[in-house]
């Protein structure tokens, strides 16, 4: 079944504790919102099942219309229902990074930034620093746990986030806390350089094409790794607000970035919302592009939106997002 209680903590950094090599390490953040409420945020830094090590993706200058659905800075827990068109999270159907620049990491090795416990160093100690810095952590909630002081920080009552990574597409005994829209992840939100953070984290054992009511690996789809990917068919650009009066259909542009020609027999486009436009049939020559012009049915909205790929058998080849300030200016093409 899905994460039980699932949200998103909106705090100030307090602390950090990085744990050595136990069974299941941690990093532990100690967070603070604005009534005085202390929470705990266990993150994952080795998994339970081989490969061990995490595959992680750092966004320096994150834009996605997801930071305009979050609710305000230091408010504490929020829950959320995991559904489009919300603040929450989902890896492959928010289309919130490309899965295929995810790398693998060690969680704590000897020297200076070279494992996850010190990248994750680098963005919470300046957080703990800088109380301006809003911290958003999304995962599943544990507590509170009236008269139970916190097993790290021991501040109480215990209570806090945990889950904070990819959180479908599981193996084994773990396949239980699959679901869609019910991802995990850090943001950080840099007021004074106007700018968003994020860090995304998930198991090299999980798959990339999931059901899209479960969550649950497809079955008859070959694993997939999030460092597959580079070289195929990719949406390069969109033109989402043209000049004039509404109606004003849009376009959005693919490129073969791969060595053959491709097929777009059967191949669609869906917007954020699942509706979708079929592409014309035919060949694109490797390394060649083709630009789509959208229907009235497909939304390529002025305040953000999503645009995803589809191939034949509907699966997802590549996603992109863009929020409200980029499809302000009429007439310009937003390259992704």
């Not at 109380?131 to 916190?150: H, K, L, M, N, S």
């Not at 806390?177 to 968003?196: A, K, M, N």
């Amino acid at each position: 079944m899905p994460l039980k209680d699932y949200g998103v903590l909106a705090a100030g950094a307090v602390a950090r504790r990085r744990e050595g090599a136990h069974d299941t390490p941690h990093y532990q953040i100690q967070l603070r919102d604005h009534s005085g409420t202390d929470f705990r945020a266990a993150v994952n830094v080795l998994s339970q099942q081989a490969p061990p090590d995490l595959l992680y993706l750092v966004d320096d200058n994150f834009r996605h219309p997801l930071t305009q659905q979050l609710p305000p800075a230091g408010s504490g827990w929020t829950g959320l229902s995991s559904e489009p068109g919300r603040a929450a999270m989902d890896f492959i159907r928010g289309n919130l990074f490309d899965p295929a620049a995810m790398r693998p990491i060690a969680p704590d090795l000897p020297g200076l930034d070279n494992d996850l416990a010190d990248l994750l160093d680098h963005y919470v100690l300046r957080a703990v620093a800088d109380p301006t810095i809003a911290v958003y952590i999304f995962g599943q909630r544990f507590g509170p746990e009236p008269g139970i002081p916190d097993k790290v920080f021991h501040f109480l009552p215990g209570n806090g986030v945990h889950d904070v990574h990819m959180n479908q597409g599981n193996r084994g005994r773990f396949v239980s806390d699959d679901g869609v829209w019910q991802d995990g992840g850090l943001l950080f939100h840099l007021p004074s350089e106007s700018r968003w953070v994020a860090i995304f984290l998930a198991f090299q054992s999980q798959a990339w094409h999931t059901d899209d009511t479960t969550g649950h690996a497809l079955a008859a789809v070959a694993p997939s790794t999030a460092g597959e990917g580079e070289g195929t068919m990719r949406i390069m650009a969109a033109r989402v607000n043209p000049v004039g009066p509404a109606p004003k259909p849009g376009t959005i542009t693919l490129l073969n970035a791969s060595a053959d020609a491709v097929d777009l027999t059967g191949w669609c486009l869906a917007d954020g919302h699942k509706r979708r436009t079929a592409l014309p049939a035919g060949q694109v020559d490797a390394g060649a592009t083709v630009t789509i012009p959208v229907s009235d049915g497909f939304e390529l909205g002025n305040h953000g939106g999503a645009i995803t790929l589809l191939d034949a058998a509907g699966l997802k080849v590549h996603g992109v997002a863009y929020t409200g300030r980029q499809a302000a200016r009429e007439g310009q093409t937003i390259a992704f």
